[in-house]
T-cell receptor, first 113, second 112 residues
Framework: SQKIEQNSEALNIQEGKTATLTCNYTNYSPAYLQWYRQDPGRGPVFLLL?????KEKRKERLKVTFDTTLKQSLFHITASQPADSATYLC????????????FGAGTILRVKS | KAGVTQTPRYLIKTRGQQVTLSCSPISGHRSVSWYQQTPGQGLQFLFE???????NKGNFPGRFSGRQFSNSRSEMNVSTLELGDSALYLCASESGWTGELFFGEGSRLTVL
């Protein structure tokens, strides 16, 4: 069956360091992959979208890579700040499983000053 | 422009009751999706509506239903509530061009 896996354990890093979050998937051929940020009690907020034919996407301090051979996406936040502390969700869109966006469980990121 | 608006934000119901949640998408967005979020299961897709038609449906029992009106506003209904229906229900709208979802703040349902 299809599965999307994100680090279940929280990631704790020091301010100024680069945070790297992982999203692995199985039994999918996603047309594109997205990353969202969610703060407690709030709805997710879109960050980046990367398509199957793209290797890397950047937006300010954010960088996403997409390796369809490894079936993995990495999400990087450079020069991390305490304000980056949140849950980060990856989501895959695949036409083979009904044209809908399927979310991973998310990884909690804590940036300490 | 105004974001996605969900009402009510919080509600408490008892088992067996039914509940209706409302979602007003961003102006001009014709696609509305609903998700259930629980600590154990994460974000689970319920259904998607586009131009008043259900375009996609997740693996939820028939107690979960929805509809979309001509102004793109959407409602979802859960009948015969169970304790396990306690969750944050999120609505998201999409312009149809970018794939980016714009989420509301959610409706937090507690079933006692």
């Amino acid at each position: 069956s299809q599965k999307i896996e994100q680090n279940s354990e929280a990631l704790n890093i020091q301010e100024g360091k680069t945070a790297t979050l992982t999203c692995n998937y199985t039994n999918y051929s996603p047309a594109y992959l997205q990353w969202y940020r969610q703060d407690p009690g709030r709805g997710p907020v879109f960050l980046l979208l990367i398509r199957e034919n793209e290797k890397e996407k950047r937006k300010e301090r954010l960088k996403v890579t997409f390796d369809t051979t490894l079936k993995q996406s990495l999400f990087h936040i450079t020069a991390s700040q305490p304000a980056d502390s949140a849950t980060y969700l990856c989501a895959l869109f695949s036409m083979e499983y009904g044209n809908k966006l399927v979310f991973g469980a998310g990884t909690i990121l804590r940036v300490k000053s | 422009k105004a974001g996605v608006t969900q009402t009510p934000r919080y509600l408490i119901k008892t088992r067996g009751q039914q509940v209706t949640l409302s979602c007003s998408p961003i102006s001009g967005h014709r696609s509305v999706s609903w998700y259930q979020q629980t600590p154990g299961q994460g974000l689970q897709f319920l259904f998607e509506y586009f131009s008043e038609t259900q375009r996609n449906k997740g693996n939820f029992p028939g107690r979960f239903s929805g509809r979309q009106f001509s102004n793109s506003r959407s409602e979802m209904n859960v009948s015969t509530l169970e304790l396990g229906d306690s969750a944050l229900y999120l609505c998201a709208s999409e312009s149809g061009w970018t794939g980016e979802l714009f989420f509301g703040e959610g409706s937090r349902l507690t079933v006692l």
